[in-house]
């Protein structure tokens, strides 16, 4: 419903614009000729067609048509030079609008050069010389007027050419938003907006107007040139192209009523003059205004791409550079200062004050990564730190290019680096969070153990408290033998050296440590484990049954963290079997190479096996199948097995128990 | 009245352990027992001697049959000896069960020698205690068997206060009998007057039921009798 009724508004508003461009026509049209001096109306449809898509077309082609009958009846014309004339005016407009159409599909916009170029010439130049052919030929054959069939080709053409050149523009640079623009602009613009009218206007009319048909003529004729090249080049089209339509009108009106510089020839000369004059001024300016609000319109894109490129560099911590070798003159950009932390001096800095800004540490490799690139590759990304002049170090990631000339020597680099002090912190608290959570699990598990830790340590003292006493009530009697209380402290010795073995074997997993990396033989760290899990293994009565490959190739890991994983697993098989009867508990521990050199262990239990539902959740945090399970275990185990390159995976064993497998690669250079 | 001489007693130590076992027994070597040492429950059981005087010290954490389960399998066979545990965990549950099962003490590795061989001098009392009386019993059994039926009947009729003529009427005799019924009861028991046959009676617990036939395993003697088996 909107949309009609904007469409009926709008070919209303076309028809009436119709109507009152031909009564102007009209009032300019030099007697006993029947051609208008200046004729908007084709124009007027021809800006409309341009405005609107081609499905409303036909509805602007009625509504001009009734303006044309109504305004063309009233001055007597007869009916059949009324409707050729409509014919020729609506093929003017309909060859400009479809020119216009295939060639500036997107509609046209006089801030393009292009579009200017081709509104020129299909709309400014050839529609009206081609219907310029038909109409005169219609005039001659009806025979409405005077003149000769060229006479009035020509007049038909140049005052088409004219309105076309002063409305078609004025029409489609009209938007609300550029008057709202002009009312938020800054005072001083305005106020040069104003003058622009005030100078024009003066001007126009004391040239056109009141200038009489003196000597000085030919000279004042050109003084509003300056004035409309002044709104050409320092406002958008908008501005030009009112200008342009004001002096237009003034100029004729002026000739019309007697005045101005072109009244030394008879009407038909001093019009000709006039239109050729006013064409001449506009094709050469509406050029210059687009090319002029082209190059401002660029310049803004670049100076938005460049705002957006500094944001963007500012919220990356980014800075660029660019380092001329040759000159060994670096400069940066000037949000360098939050990085670097320099102060004004962001041009002009050599490679080697670069080299003193890093991190004595980090030298001699970044600046070894730029020299190799300089030498031979065309890019290099490196970490560094850099000491700025307030002591503070920060973490930088460079990035940078070599540019090379034609005989391949290196002339510059242009590079970023990017402030990496934020992300690196995050990533060592998080490895410092994982290790601390790796060491909590760790004990955790070793606090299920330490029954057996009491009972390990135990043993050992028991034996020597015993003999320590024994020897005591030893030495207590008459009659000592040396040789028993010899034998004694032997065995107190062996077993002091038993109880550290214990305390050895422990120490290193209740350590809290950063991890370290070893090569080991996987089959002594699961005798390792069993020994420390054979108390608890004895008191939960779970039988062990060990498959061991002789040969594995050794993996290079942290032998601890490693003892942790299989701790767990063997603590969670034991603790899977604990429903069972005593003779059904039965733990496989299996080690066996792999594809690729790799190696693995598994894990065995013969205890309910794990759920559907759970086996694809095993290793994800806080996901646990126990009463009183944080979820750790597992989770930590896979990160940790993660680490060393290698993956654990859990199934149900067909007949029953779940098996839990680790794969690790094998140390480098060990393939078989 | 004690009839066997106190033999010295076997102290049997069970612990998988070999360090310990080793200690233990040195230990208790030199303070004069005779000791047998197993390093499996397996091994005692096939290899330990019931009729020997003495106690287990026994481990409780073994891998295969752990201590409180040959404490079970020790009495349900029949052969109950006083016996010490030690443990490396002292875990409160364990200690309850052996206590209440029979155990003399529990003791938490390591423990002091004196602890240890105050229990294990408990042990032996009871032991001992227990072995005097079963001696006794069986030597009151020994010489009940010698009494002929109606010397048997005379005895309980004796030990219940009856008087001569009061059992004469029973057993439907005369009185004269009766005296000299008594008087051989009294001298095959070994007594000397009534009083001491009565404490006799009192002992074997059988002054009011008629167990005096019966067999004297099953007697009521209100006090612990091991080893009944093997006797």
Redesign the interface.
């Known amino acids: 419903m909107d949309k009609k009724l904007r469409l009926v508004t709008a070919a209303l508003l076309v028809g009436a614009a119709y109507y009152y461009g031909a009564i102007i026509g009209f009032a300019l049209t030099f007697h006993p000729q029947p051609i208008s001096i200046f004729w908007p109306p084709n124009s007027i449809l021809l800006g409309a067609l341009l405005l609107a898509p081609p499905r409303w077309w036909w509805l602007f082609l009625i509504s001009a048509f009734a303006a044309h009958l109504t305004a063309e009846m009233q001055s007597g014309v007869p009916t059949t030079m009324v409707l050729a004339w409509f014919a020729s005016n609506c093929s003017e407009a309909l060859v400009g609008a479809v020119a216009m159409r295939g060639f500036a599909p997107g509609g046209l916009r006089f801030d393009y050069f292009r579009h200017v170029s081709l509104f020129l010439f299909f709309c400014a130049f050839l529609a009206p010389f081609l219907s310029s052919f038909l109409d005169a030929a219609l005039v001659k054959i009806i025979g409405w007027g005077e003149g000769d069939y060229w006479q009035l080709w020509r007049l038909r053409f140049f005052s088409n050419v004219l309105a076309a050149l002063a409305f078609i523009p004025v029409l489609l640079t009209w938007r609300m938003d550029s008057f709202a623009s002009a009312r938020k602009a800054s005072f001083l613009r305005r106020t040069e907006i104003c003058l622009l009218a005030l100078s024009l206007f003066t001007v126009s009319v004391v040239v056109f107007i009141n200038g009489s048909n003196a000597a000085a003529a030919p000279i004042s004729l050109y003084a509003p040139l300056p004035i409309l090249l002044w709104a050409a080049v320092r406002f958008p089209p908008i501005a030009f192209s009112l200008s342009f339509l004001a002096v237009t009108f003034l100029a004729i009106g002026g000739a019309v009523h007697g005045h101005g510089p072109f009244l030394s020839k008879s009407p038909p000369e001093n019009a000709l003059s006039i239109q050729l004059f006013l064409i001449a001024v506009s094709v050469t300016l509406l050029l210059l205004s687009s090319v002029m609000q082209e190059c401002r319109q660029t310049q803004e894109a670049l100076r938005q791409k460049e705002e957006k490129l500094r944001l963007a560099l500012s919220a990356a911590r980014m800075d660029t550079w660019d380092w001329d070798i040759r000159e060994n003159k670096a400069t940066y950009s000037p949000d360098s200062k939050s990085i670097f932390g320099l102060d004004d001096g962001n041009t002009g800095i050599s490679m080697e004050s670069f080299a003193l800004m890093l991190h004595p540490d980090d030298r001699r490799a970044t600046m070894a990564a730029i020299s190799r690139v300089i030498e031979e590759g065309t890019s290099y990304e490196v970490e560094f730190r850099i000491v700025r002049p307030d002591g503070q170090t920060r973490w930088v990631m460079g990035k940078g290019a070599v540019m090379r000339d034609a005989a391949q020597r290196p002339v510059r680099m242009l590079g970023v680096n990017i402030d990496i002090t934020d992300q690196q912190q995050a990533a060592l608290e998080a490895q410092k969070q994982r290790e601390q959570l790796t060491h909590l699990t760790r004990v955790a598990v070793l606090g299920k153990f330490s029954?057996a830790l009491?009972?390990e340590l135990?043993?050992?003292?028991?034996?020597?408290?015993?003999?320590a006493?024994?020897a005591q009530?030893?030495l207590s009697r008459p009659a000592v033998s040396v040789a028993d209380i010899r034998e004694?402290l032997q065995?107190i010795v062996?077993?002091a050296k038993?109880a550290a073995e214990v305390i050895r074997r422990m120490r290193a997993l209740f350590m809290k440590g950063e991890p370290k990396l070893q090569p080991m033989d996987l089959n002594e760290v699961v005798g390792e484990v069993l020994r420390i899990a054979h108390?608890d293994l004895?008191?939960r009565k779970v039988s062990v049954a060990l498959h061991l490959e002789s040969k594995l190739n050794t993996v290079l890991g942290d032998r601890v963290q490693i003892q942790q994983v299989l701790l767990n697993l063997v603590i969670n098989a034991c603790e899977a079997m604990a429903g069972n009867m005593p003779e059904k508990r039965r733990l496989d521990l299996l080690t066996e190479a792999r594809t690729g050199g790799n190696v693995r262990i598994a894990v065995s239990d013969t205890g309910p096996g794990i759920a559907a539902d759970a086996i694809g959740r095993l290793f994800e945090p806080f996901f646990t199948t126990k009463v009183h399970g944080l979820g750790f275990g597992l989770s930590v185990s896979h990160s940790i097995v993660a680490e060393h390159g290698g993956c654990i995976e859990a199934v149900n064993n067909p007949h029953g128990g779940a098996t839990f497998r680790i794969t690790l690669p094998p140390q480098a250079g060990e393939l078989s | 009245m004690s009839t066997t001489p106190t033999a010295i007693p076997t102290i049997f130590i069970v612990d998988d352990?070999p360090?310990?076992l080793?200690?233990?027994t040195?230990?208790l070597q030199?303070?004069g027992f005779a000791v047998r040492s197993f390093h499996s429950p397996e091994a005692f059981l096939a290899q330990h001697d019931p009729a020997a005087p003495g106690c287990i010290l026994l481990d409780m954490?073994?891998?295969s049959l752990d201590g409180l389960a040959l404490q079970r399998a020790l009495q349900a066979s029949g052969c109950e000896r006083f016996i010490i545990f030690?443990t490396?965990?002292g875990?409160i549950p364990s200690s309850v069960q052996a206590m209440k099962a029979g155990a003399v003490d529990v003791l938490t590795?390591?423990?002091?020698?004196q602890h240890l061989l105050d229990a294990i001098r408990i042990a032996v009392a009871r032991d001992d205690s227990a072995r005097e009386m079963v001696a006794r019993l069986q030597s009151i059994q020994r010489r009940l068997a010698t009494l002929t039926r109606r010397e048997r009947e005379v005895l309980e009729h004796v030990v219940t206060g009856q008087l001569n003529k009061q059992i004469a009427a029973d057993l439907g005799t005369v009185e004269k009998t009766i005296k000299v019924h008594r008087a051989r009861v009294m001298e095959k028991m070994g007594v000397s007057s009534l009083a001491e046959l009565v404490r006799l009676a009192v002992q074997f617990g059988l002054e009011d039921d008629r167990a005096f036939c019966s067999d004297p395993r099953a007697g009521n003697s209100g006090i612990a009798t091991p080893f009944a088996s093997g006797y």
Do not use: W, Y
């Open positions: 029954g009491a009972h135990n043993q050992p003292l028991t034996a020597i408290l015993c003999n006493q024994a009530r030893l004694i065995d062996d077993e038993r108390t004895v008191s | 352990d360090a310990v080793k200690a233990l040195r230990l030199i303070e954490a073994m891998p030690i490396g965990r875990d590795k390591p423990f002091e020698d």
